[in-house]
Each structure stands twice: as structure tokens, then as C-alpha cells.
């Protein structure tokens, strides 16, 4: 159900999605959905997050291990969001974008959850960053910046049916870094 749940609300955002949809997408029976998740959709919401959260973590902290210089880490990065976004035909994006633009006041904790993934992501990055000379100040920027030049890429490449949001992204936050690192 999780599985099904990510590729409809990369689709359609978070309220653009029912549970007759989810049920139906995983084909899962309806009492199975509130055994395993007493909270309904919220909760799947949340588990989503949590699971795509870590996911993109693990990637960031894999091509930080990798050695790459910054340079490099940032194209890789661009150039993965650039194949997810043509892999799914241009219709739908980054999950986590979709969820955090499409939830209400009436899901804090969803909220919460989108929230302390995107600060991981950050963190990650900024770590990355730090550890390839900017300084603490500037990583923690950069990571910001390169955050909502993930997300944009993939907000812009879905509407536009194109990997160049990607492109750019990718040159213009390697241009930024290359500023970060000398002051």
C-alpha cells in the first residue's frame, strides 16, 4: 500500500488522493488498510514521508561517502531527480513536494513529518558541502538552497513535460557553491 501510495501522491498530492484510490492502486482489501494503519490516511501520509525521507537521505550520505567533489555531487544529484521525473513520463514528482503542498491545518503531524525529513535532507547536504571546504555557515545555505532546487526542479519539470529544470538546477547550484567556497 505504501509503494501504491507514493506513486499517487508524486501523481496528485496528498488531498488529491482517496483511500478508495489507495485501496484500489494496491489492491489491498479495505480491512486490511485500517488493521495496519489505524490512523488512516494521515498515517500513510506520514509513513510515506518517513520512507521516502530516508530513502533520498541514504543517497545523499552514498554520494557524500562516494568522494565526489561538489561538483560532481551536485550533477549526480540533478541528473538522478532529471532520470526519476522522465522514468514517470513527466506526471508526477517528487512525493515529498506533493505531500508538503498538499496538506492541510487538520494534519500537524503529517506536517511534522514532511518537516523533519526535509531537515535531514538538509543536513545531509550541508555535511556533504562542509566536508568539500565551505564553511559551516555556508554549507547550511547551500543545503537550503539545494533543497528548494530539488524540489522546484521537479515541481517545474513535471509541468513542463522536461528534464531541463534539472539541467539548470544543477548548473545554477554548482555556480552557488563555487561562490559559497570562496567566501
Not at 509503494?3 to 498530492?13: I, K, P
Not at 557524500?64 to 514517470?88: P, Q, W, Y
Amino acid at each position: 500500500m505504501l509503494a501504491a501510495a507514493v506513486d499517487l501522491f508524486g501523481e496528485r498530492g496528498y488531498e488529491g488522493v482517496g483511500i478508495a484510490e489507495l485501496l484500489a492502486r494496491s489492491s489491498a482489501p479495505r480491512g486490511s488498510l485500517y488493521f495496519h494503519f489505524p490512523g488512516g490516511k494521515e498515517q500513510i501520509g506520514i509513513e510515506v514521508v518517513g520512507r521516502v525521507g530516508a530513502e533520498v537521505a541514504a543517497r545523499f550520505r552514498g554520494l557524500h561517502d562516494s568522494g565526489v567533489d561538489l561538483n560532481k555531487f551536485i550533477e549526480m544529484v540533478f541528473k538522478t531527480t532529471a532520470k526519476e521525473c522522465k522514468d514517470r513520463a513527466y506526471v508526477a514528482s517528487c512525493p515529498m513536494a506533493a505531500i508538503a503542498t498538499g496538506f492541510g491545518e487538520g494534519n500537524p503531524k503529517l506536517g511534522d513529518a514532511v518537516g523533519q525529513a526535509f531537515s535531514l535532507w538538509e543536513r545531509e547536504i550541508a555535511a556533504a558541502a562542509e566536508a568539500r571546504g565551505m564553511s559551516p555557515i555556508n554549507a547550511k545555505v547551500f543545503a537550503s538552497a539545494m533543497l528548494v532546487a530539488i524540489e522546484g526542479a521537479f515541481v517545474v519539470s513535471k509541468a513542463q513535460r522536461s528534464s531541463a529544470p534539472h539541467l539548470n538546477a544543477s548548473r545554477a547550484m554548482q555556480a552557488f557553491a563555487a561562490s559559497l567556497l570562496v567566501n
